[in-house]
């Protein structure tokens, strides 16, 4: 008996709805919880894990179901924990979840997760194999493997619209509640299909050429073939965004990449002829151990290789994966082998390597596995290939050793936590030996050796923040600065200043104190605030400074709560009434002055910019602030009027920490 056509539409609907709240409901509460966590990259890979352990915990939930309750008895208690899903709801984190202080982020963001998501992101990961096991039920064993395509491909829709059309045109509050109506409407249309999928007598399952259980051999499989592509999914965004280029949405193509091969191997599986992939996937590994080893690689050679590289090494894998899918009645268990091996693939990116590897080695590493698995799996089909994809094994733990020589070789120290990996560099120039403190591809301050009050990077003395501090010629000047570097700017404080600095990564307080000199030589006490800067000042009576400098961006990596009107206004609390208000923001890829003069307006600053062209010096780096100040009559001081240019008012919708809009913004 053949299934009821409107039934088919809702198991499509169901999965398609569920899917995209899967994904959409992701950067909704990363961006919620980033400014409780100071805005890293690493924030985002917590999330990560998080989710895909709970898709692991609801794929564990549908098999269990499906293989131990009758089709009544499923729809009873799905539809029931639907139900009492809805008193977690809204989705909207709680404040109580806030770090105090500088404990490790890690266990916080999980609970607040855990808290404000748990229950309904659990039931909507068992959507996709719950409802495909009631059709395969109702169809008498008919092939389901098309919804999983369609799922992914909801995915992969809610992921591309997000940035495009949903995070310029609604705040986020907005956001979740949309989401939190759209859940009730997926509540219902599961528990009607969970009802409806049982409402006739179940038609037994035809049996296949692959109906027995499967064998360990083929479980491990699945295991290995969907952990080595998440593992390798991580891997490559930490090394485009850390390692590459800081670039706006570069995080979002490794992903959509990844989804892609999914819908084509299991939608299309013309479109995957194993020859052909198994070819291009040994080819992309071993391009990849190349290009891991090449220091100047282009970034525009770099990001399509490393894409297209993990795009055909997932497809390899993928494919591999649909071949040797069970038949429908282990179903629910072969969705819960790819989501085991998917959880542990990001364990070991997002969690364990921050924790037992000093550097990125991760991508190396898991080449090396993936080349492995594919020799493995090639193995005596043909001599040539034989050959072939051995020297690509070899090649790619050849290559792993040599990047972690590399790296070892190329730093005076090195350490890895949280935040990322630093090192402290040392170069030569012409006016002697340097050390820079370096943070993947981003120069976190550097130093001349024999020169050591020579200020560096962002601070020249035609700097928006040096002709700022030169403006304020005052006795006993307090200033605040959030993001310490090297502590590049306490070589022009005087003996009688105060200075107050905040910094979320203590690594940075490490190197800053130990390997270089500016805070061991500053003629004025300072002291360091150890957290991210914003939960700082908000813990804090108001510190009156005259300057306040704000320069925490990690490169071109925006944590946009230190740019949102609510900022501000608790930068405002802490300045003096004629003080200056200094914001950092150079960038290769967004325009941030005119964001910063929108928002100022909103508060009746006034703002000014200081443009600091490139000059002959190596360490010493062009940059761009916006200065703002209550009283306008600070920027005619001599030292800013010849230089400061005012900024022509922007008509772009203010940023808040509801809302932002990189798009609007991209150079």
Excluded at 234 to 251: D, E, K, S
Excluded at 447 to 456: A, G, I, L, S
Excluded at 526 to 541: N, S, T, V
Excluded at 556 to 563: E, K, M, Q, T, Y
Aim: aromatic share 10%; glycine share 6%; with cysteine.
């Amino acid at each position: 008996m053949r299934m009821p056509v409107p039934y088919v539409w809702l198991c499509a609907f169901s999965v398609t709805l569920s899917a995209l709240l899967l994904f959409s409901v992701q950067p909704v509460l990363a961006k919620l919880i980033l400014p409780w966590f100071g805005g890293t990259a690493a924030v985002w890979s917590v999330c990560i894990f998080f989710f895909q352990g709970m898709l692991l915990a609801g794929y564990g939930y549908a098999h269990l179901l499906a293989r131990y309750l009758t089709p009544r008895r499923q729809a009873l208690v799905h539809s029931t924990l639907l139900a009492l899903s809805l008193l977690a709801l809204p989705i909207l984190p709680n404040a109580t979840w806030k770090p105090v202080g500088a404990e490790d982020p890690l266990t916080r963001i999980l609970g607040l997760l855990l808290a404000s998501i748990g229950a309904p992101y659990f039931l909507l990961s068992a959507t996709s194999p719950l409802v495909q096991s009631w059709y395969a039920r109702r169809e008498g064993g008919a092939l389901p493997y098309r919804l999983f395509a369609l799922s992914n491909l909801a995915s992969l829709a809610a992921l591309l619209a997000y940035p495009v059309l949903i995070e310029p045109r609604s705040t986020a509050r907005e956001q979740a509640t949309l989401w939190t109506a759209l859940y009730i409407l997926c509540a219902l249309a599961l528990s009607l299909t969970a009802w409806l999928g049982q409402s006739t007598a179940a038609a037994p399952i035809a049996a296949t050429g692959r109906s027995s259980a499967p064998p360990w051999r083929d479980r491990l499989q699945w295991l290995l073939l969907s952990a080595l592509p998440s593992a390798l999914l991580l891997a490559v965004t930490n090394h485009l965004c850390q390692n590459v280029a800081a670039i706006p949405f570069l995080w979002l193509l490794p992903l959509v990449l990844y989804l892609a091969t999914f819908i084509l191997c299991f939608d299309r599986e013309r479109l995957h002829r194993r020859p052909l992939w198994t070819f291009l996937g040994a080819a992309a590994l071993a391009a990849l151990s190349w290009a891991e080893l090449q220091a100047q690689l282009p970034v525009r050679a770099a990001i399509p290789l490393f894409l297209a590289g993990l795009f055909a090494a997932c497809m390899y894998c993928h494919a591999q994966l649909a071949a040797r899918k069970p038949a429908p009645q282990h179903l629910t268990y072969f969705y819960l082998m790819i989501s085991t091996g998917g959880a542990l693939g990001s364990l070991a990116v997002g969690m364990l390597a921050p924790r037992f590897l000093h550097g990125y080695f991760e991508l190396p590493l898991a080449i090396a596995l993936c080349a492995f698995t594919l020799l493995f799996l090639e193995y005596r089909k043909h001599i040539v290939t034989d050959l072939a994809y051995t020297g690509v094994a070899i090649a790619a733990v050849v290559g792993a050793g040599a990047t972690i020589l590399s790296f070892e070789g190329s730093a005076l120290a090195s350490g890895r936590n949280f935040y990322g990996v630093l090192r402290v560099a040392p170069s030569e120039t012409p006016r002697g030996p340097a050390l820079t403190l370096v943070h993947g591809s981003v120069n976190h301050g550097s130093q001349y050796v024999n020169h050591p009050r020579d200020t560096t990077a962002y601070y020249t003395p035609r700097s928006g923040a040096a002709l700022a501090l030169a403006s304020l010629d005052r006795p006993a000047r307090r200033i605040g600065l959030i993001g310490l570097g090297v502590g590049v700017l306490a070589a022009y404080a005087k003996p009688d200043d105060v200075l107050r600095f905040y910094e979320i990564n203590p690594l940075v307080v490490d190197y800053a104190r130990t390997r270089f000199r500016f805070l061991a030589d500053c003629p004025a006490p300072y002291e360091i605030i150890l957290g991210d800067g914003r939960m700082a000042l908000e813990r804090e009576r108001p510190n009156h400074f005259d300057l306040l400098v704000v320069d925490a961006f990690s490169g071109d990596s925006i944590p946009v709560h230190l740019l949102s009107r609510e900022a501000l206004q608790l930068y405002l609390a802490h300045l003096k009434p004629n003080g200056i208000l200094a914001m950092h923001v150079s960038n290769l890829h967004l325009q941030l002055a005119p964001v910063v003069e929108r928002v100022g307006r909103t508060l009746g600053l006034h703002s000014r910019l200081i443009a600091d062209p490139r000059n002959g010096d190596p360490l010493q780096s062009p940059s761009e602030w916006v200065l703002l100040a209550r009283d306008e009559d600070l920027f005619f001081h001599p030292a800013l009027r010849a230089t400061a240019r005012t900024l022509i008012a922007s008509t772009h919708r203010p940023w808040t920490d509801d809302y932002n809009n990189l798009l609007q913004v991209l150079r």
